[in-house]
C-alpha cells in the first residue's frame, strides 16, 4: 500500500457500478430500453420472475445465470434496478463469450470495454420500437447472431488490463444503496410496503402491538422505526484513547471530515457518526434523533448529556455511500469514564454495537493493557462476537522481537476478557494515512503489514453484501426475545391476586429466578435465550405486573407464525431466483 491513504473507488468503473447510470453511450441507452422492457410493473426494480423470463433469451445455462444474478445482486436485496441490470447485462456478455465470471474478470473486461450480449428475439421487439432494423447499432454486423449458434468474439475490447496492486482493489458494492428492501418493514409496521415483498403480516396484527403492550423497548432496545430497518451498514470503532481510531477512518476516506481532530492526547470527545453528504456538515444529536428517516431515534433515552456529545459529520466520499463509520471517544481509566461523563458510556456502546455490521477494537503496543472499564465496554459486546475484530494499530513502532512480544501480551489480555473458546481474530498493520509504514525500525515487517490490511479490508469489502441478511438475524433475535418476554409477564401477571398486589409482586420479584426456571420447564425454552435476571428485576420493579395485559395463548400464535411462514417467506424474495 506503499503507506498511503486507501482509496477503494479510484477504479470504481471496473469493479462495479456507481450509484447512477449515465445514458451518454448507445450501451447505456439499449440497457435502459432492455431494462424498461423486462421491468414489466415499472417500478424500477426487475424482480426474480421477471429476470429469469427476460435472462433466458442469453441463452446461457441456469447455473451460468445464478452466478449473473449472485454478482449483479451482490447486496441480496432480491432485485436489480438500472445499474445492477446494467452489470447483469456485461456478466451475461463475458458468459457468451467463454470468459470466466469473477470479479476479477469483470473488472478487467469493464476497463477494457464490454459489448453488449446477443439477447435473443430482441432485434424485432426493440427495432420496432425504436425504428430501426437491430436492437445494437453500434455492434459489428458479425455478432448479431442467435444464442444458439456459434460463440462469437470476445466481448473485451483491448487486451486484458493488468491486477491492480494490492490495496487498490475497487470495492464490490452495491449500485444504489439508498434503494433499500421494504420487507422487512412491512412485517414489523414500520414505513410503506413494497408492492413485491409485502408480507403476510401486517403491523395492526403482529408483532409491534405486542412490544407495546407488554413494554419491551424498555427492557430491551427501543421499539424499530422505519431509519433502522433502511440505515446503511456501519462500522463502530472502539478503543482507549490514542490508539488510532480517528487516524483509522481517515485512512479509509483518505481525507480529512468535518471536526475531525488528531492528538496524542484525548481528542474525540464524542460520538460521531461518518457519513455520506453532498456538502461537509455537523449535525447536533438532537437534531438527529428526531428525524425518523435517521437509524438514532432510540439514541434520545440516554439525555441531553449524551446528545450533546453526539453528532453526524457529513462529507462526499464514495465509501461513505455504502458504509458509515461511528467514531467514539477513547476509552479512560477510574473516575473520569464513570463520574465526568454525563451519561452512561458503556450503554451507548452496547446500544450501538447492536446495530454496527463490523465492531473494530483497536490497540497499540504501548496499550495493550485492558482497564475495568474497557473490559465492561467489551463486556456489551456479548452476543455480538461474530462482528468483533481486533486491530493492533501502529505496529510498525517496534522491531520483529518486541511485536512478537506485545502480540501475545495483547492475546492474554484479551483472553481474560473474551470468554470464549474460540481464537479472536487480530489484524497487525499500521493504519496511519499520509505516512508510508515505517521499514527503520523493522525492516521484515512491511509485507506482514500488507498483507493483514488486505485482509482487514477485504472485512470491509463484504460488509454491504452481509448486510441485509444481518439486518434479518438481528430482526429474528428480536422476534424471539419479544417472544420470551412477553411469556415472562404473561406468566408474572397470572400469579398477581385480586388483593395484595404490592406485596405479591415483591415476592415474585425476589424470587424472579425460580419463576425463570419455571418458564423454562413448562415453556420448554433454553435457559441462554433468557434475560439476565438482576437487570430484569431491576426494570421490573418500576413497573406495576397487574397493568400488563394477561397473555393469550393467540399472541404468542402470532409470532411462532412470523417466525415460522412469513421469516422464511420474506429470506426467500431476497435469495437467487436460480437456485
Same mark, same amino acid.
Given at each position: 500500500m506503499d503507506g498511503q491513504a486507501w482509496d477503494p473507488f479510484t477504479t470504481l468503473a471496473s469493479g462495479g457500478s456507481s450509484s447512477a447510470l449515465p445514458a451518454s453511450s448507445p450501451t447505456d441507452e439499449l440497457y435502459l430500453a432492455w431494462f424498461e422492457q423486462a421491468d414489466t410493473d415499472r417500478d424500477g426494480r426487475l424482480t426474480g420472475s421477471d429476470a429469469v423470463t427476460f435472462f433466458q433469451r442469453s441463452g446461457l445455462s441456469r447455473e451460468l445465470l445464478a452466478k449473473v444474478w449472485a454478482q449483479a445482486d451482490y447486496t441480496r436485496r432480491g432485485y436489480l434496478d438500472l445499474p445492477a441490470f446494467a452489470k447483469a447485462m456485461d456478466l451475461i456478455s463475458l458468459a457468451q463469450a467463454g470468459l470466466p465470471l469473477s470479479q476479477d474478470s469483470y473488472r478487467q473486461a469493464k476497463a477494457s470495454g464490454i459489448r453488449p450480449p446477443r439477447m435473443a428475439g430482441l432485434e424485432v421487439t426493440m427495432g420496432s420500437a425504436r425504428g430501426t432494423g437491430t436492437s445494437n447499432p453500434f455492434m459489428p454486423q458479425q455478432v448479431e447472431q442467435s444464442p444458439g449458434s456459434a460463440r462469437g468474439p470476445s466481448p473485451l475490447a483491448g487486451a486484458a488490463v493488468p491486477p491492480l496492486p494490492i490495496g487498490r482493489q475497487p470495492v464490490p458494492f452495491a449500485e444504489e444503496p439508498g434503494s433499500r428492501s421494504t420487507s422487512q418493514r412491512s412485517l414489523y409496521g414500520s414505513g410503506r410496503a413494497s408492492r413485491r415483498k409485502k408480507t403476510v403480516l401486517s403491523s395492526k396484527e403482529a408483532i409491534r402491538p405486542l412490544e407495546e403492550a407488554y413494554k419491551f423497548g424498555h427492557f430491551f432496545?427501543?421499539?424499530?422505526?422505519?431509519?433502522?430497518?433502511?440505515?446503511?451498514?456501519?462500522?463502530?470503532?472502539?478503543?482507549?484513547?490514542?490508539?488510532?481510531?480517528?487516524?483509522?477512518?481517515?485512512? =479509509?476516506?483518505?481525507? !480529512?471530515?468535518?471536526?475531525?481532530? /488528531?492528538?496524542?492526547?484525548?481528542?474525540? +470527545?464524542?460520538? *460521531?457518526? @461518518?457519513?455520506?453528504?453532498?456538502?461537509?456538515?455537523?449535525?447536533?444529536?438532537?437534531?438527529?434523533?428526531?428525524?425518523?428517516?435517521?437509524?438514532?431515534?432510540?439514541?434520545?433515552?440516554?439525555?441531553?448529556?449524551?446528545?450533546?456529545?453526539?453528532?453526524?459529520?457529513?462529507?462526499?466520499?464514495?465509501?461513505?455511500?455504502?458504509?458509515?463509520?461511528?467514531?467514539?471517544?477513547?476509552?479512560?481509566s477510574g473516575e473520569k469514564q464513570r463520574?465526568?461523563?454525563?451519561?452512561?458510556?458503556?450503554?451507548?456502546?452496547?446500544?450501538?454495537?447492536?446495530?454496527?455490521?463490523?465492531?473494530?477494537?483497536?490497540?497499540?503496543?504501548?496499550? =495493550?493493557?485492558?482497564? !475495568?472499564?474497557?473490559?465492561?465496554? /467489551?463486556?456489551?459486546?456479548?452476543?455480538? +462476537?461474530?462482528? *468483533?475484530? @481486533?486491530?493492533?494499530?501502529?505496529?510498525?513502532?517496534?522491531d520483529q522481537q518486541q511485536l512478537m512480544r506485545v502480540y501475545g501480551a495483547l492475546m492474554w489480555s484479551l483472553g481474560k476478557v473474551f470468554r470464549?473458546?474460540?481464537?479472536?481474530?487480530?489484524?497487525?498493520?499500521?493504519?496511519?494515512?499520509?505516512?508510508?509504514?515505517?521499514?527503520?525500525?523493522?525492516?521484515?515487517?512491511?509485507?506482514?503489514?500488507?498483507?493483514?490490511?488486505?485482509?482487514?479490508?477485504?472485512?470491509?469489502?463484504?460488509?454491504?453484501?452481509?448486510?441485509?441478511?444481518?439486518?434479518?438475524?438481528?430482526?429474528?433475535?428480536?422476534?424471539?426475545?419479544?417472544?420470551?418476554?412477553?411469556?415472562?409477564?404473561?406468566?408474572?401477571?397470572?400469579?398477581?391476586?385480586?388483593?395484595?398486589?404490592?406485596?405479591?409482586?415483591?415476592?415474585?420479584?425476589?424470587?424472579?429466578?425460580?419463576?425463570?426456571?419455571?418458564?423454562q420447564r413448562e415453556y420448554h425454552l433454553h435457559a441462554g435465550d433468557f434475560p439476565d435476571v438482576n437487570r430484569y428485576r431491576d426494570i421490573l420493579s418500576a413497573f406495576d405486573i397487574s397493568k400488563f395485559p394477561k397473555l393469550d395463548k393467540s399472541m404468542i400464535k402470532q409470532i411462532d407464525d412470523a417466525l415460522a411462514l412469513d421469516m422464511p417467506q420474506l429470506v426467500r424474495k431476497m435469495e437467487n431466483p436460480y437456485l
Open positions: 432496545s427501543p421499539l424499530l422505526s422505519a431509519g433502522d430497518f433502511e440505515a446503511k451498514p456501519s462500522v463502530l470503532l472502539l478503543g482507549q484513547y490514542s490508539t488510532g481510531k480517528t487516524t483509522f477512518i481517515k485512512f =479509509l476516506l483518505g481525507r !480529512d471530515y468535518p471536526g475531525l481532530h /488528531i492528538g496524542p492526547e484525548p481528542t474525540t +470527545d464524542r460520538f *460521531v457518526v @461518518v457519513m455520506n453528504g453532498p456538502e461537509d456538515r455537523r449535525t447536533p444529536g438532537n437534531t438527529l434523533v428526531v428525524q425518523p428517516d435517521k437509524p438514532y431515534t432510540g439514541l434520545a433515552q440516554f439525555g441531553n448529556g449524551f446528545l450533546s456529545k453526539f453528532e453526524a459529520a457529513t462529507c462526499e466520499n464514495r465509501l461513505l455511500e455504502e458504509v458509515s463509520l461511528v467514531d467514539t471517544p477513547g476509552v479512560l463520574i465526568e461523563r454525563s451519561y452512561d458510556f458503556i450503554q451507548v456502546c452496547g446500544w450501538f454495537a447492536a446495530r454496527c455490521d463490523l465492531i473494530l477494537l483497536l490497540f497499540d503496543p504501548y496499550k =495493550l493493557d485492558i482497564s !475495568d472499564e474497557f473490559k465492561e465496554v /467489551i463486556s456489551t459486546l456479548r452476543g455480538h +462476537d461474530d462482528k *468483533v475484530r @481486533v486491530v493492533l494499530n501502529k505496529a510498525d513502532t517496534v470464549a473458546p474460540e481464537v479472536c481474530r487480530v489484524y497487525i498493520g499500521s493504519f496511519n494515512a499520509g505516512h508510508p509504514i515505517r521499514e527503520d525500525v523493522n525492516p521484515l515487517g512491511r509485507a506482514l503489514f500488507e498483507k493483514e490490511q488486505e485482509d482487514l479490508l477485504h472485512d470491509l469489502y463484504e460488509i454491504p453484501a452481509r448486510s441485509c441478511d444481518r439486518k434479518v438475524n438481528e430482526f429474528v433475535k428480536r422476534v424471539r426475545a419479544a417472544r420470551i418476554h412477553c411469556i415472562i409477564l404473561g406468566h408474572l401477571r397470572k400469579q398477581m391476586p385480586y388483593f395484595g398486589q404490592k406485596k405479591a409482586q415483591e415476592k415474585l420479584l425476589d424470587n424472579l429466578a425460580a419463576e425463570f426456571q419455571q418458564i
